[in-house]
């Protein structure tokens, strides 16, 4: 705008002088004398037309009338100009707005997160806790439990495979039938008998004691507590045949076939009474 202003005032400022420039011959005209004959007359009439300005004024006047006009377009552009900045200002404080309500509706997320953290944080300290104190419990209940009952072996243990081992032979006289079978037996079948009952009695404690475990520590102990079991399902054969048949041990081959005979059912009530009360 100051620009515009400035060429306005110049092309006034130009439109005076050409004025100025016109009104000396103006002047010098209405000052001679009408006598033309007068030779004074004629030397200031020769003087006046050599000192008037020799322009062209329409010309000038067009080229004045032709800057006003483009100090008027100019204006008109400046206007524009100013209108559109005026437009974008209002339009970047608008976008300036939003974007404070975003920062703010942001903040207030930010402030809702971090109370859900805190939450979560407060949670996870109380089951930390609650971890901590059932792995206390647990190793308390382990102390007082000790090791597991198949991995230990007592006297308890053999008595019970024992008194196991005479309930599965006595019960409806159940080594009456084993001496009679024995009776058709070779010691081939015997021997075969023997291995038999081995195999049915680490079938039997597998199944019903150690199938669900997976310790190997406590599986090594499964061998041995068939073995303790099997002798004593073997002692108890001979106890029974002892005590219901005199004649037991007077011949080695005969008393072999009826310990094998009997055998079988002995390591079947050895192997239950055992796994009473085992987990």
């Keep these: 705008m100051a620009k515009t202003k400035n060429k306005a005032k110049k092309a006034v400022k130009a439109i005076k002088a050409l004025k100025a420039k016109a009104k000396p011959y103006s002047s010098t005209k209405s000052k001679l004398s009408p006598k033309k004959s007068n030779p004074r007359y004629a030397k200031q009439k020769a003087k006046a037309l050599k000192s008037r300005p020799k322009i062209s004024s329409s010309k000038k006047l067009d080229k004045v009338l032709d800057a006003e006009k483009d100090i008027l377009t100019e204006e008109r552009s400046v206007e524009q100009k100013e209108d559109r900045i005026e437009n974008q200002e209002s339009m970047i404080e608008k976008q300036e707005q939003q974007v404070e309500k975003e920062e703010k509706k942001v903040e207030h997320e930010e402030k809702v997160l971090e109370k859900f953290e805190e939450h979560v944080a407060l949670n996870e300290k109380n089951e930390q806790g609650e971890l901590d104190r059932l792995e206390k419990l647990e190793q308390e209940i382990k102390q007082d439990v000790g090791t597991h009952p198949l991995a230990r072996i007592t006297l308890k243990d053999v008595v019970k495979g024992l008194v196991g081992a005479f309930v599965g032979l006595a019960v409806h006289y159940t080594f009456t039938y084993g001496v009679e079978i024995s009776q058709r037996l070779d010691v081939a079948r015997t021997t075969l008998l023997f291995i038999l009952s081995f195999f049915v009695g680490l079938l039997f404690i597998y199944a019903t004691g150690f199938r669900k475990i997976k310790d190997p520590k406590i ?32 011949d080695f081959v005969t008393s072999y076939k009826m310990v094998g005979g009997v055998l079988l059912a002995a390591i079947v009530g050895a192997c239950t009474a055992d796994l009473i009360g085992k987990d």
């Design 219 to 250: 599986l090594m102990f499964m061998p041995v507590r068939l073995f303790v079991l099997y002798g004593a399902s073997v002692i108890m054969s001979i106890v029974i045949l002892i005590i219901f048949y005199p004649n037991f041990g007077s």
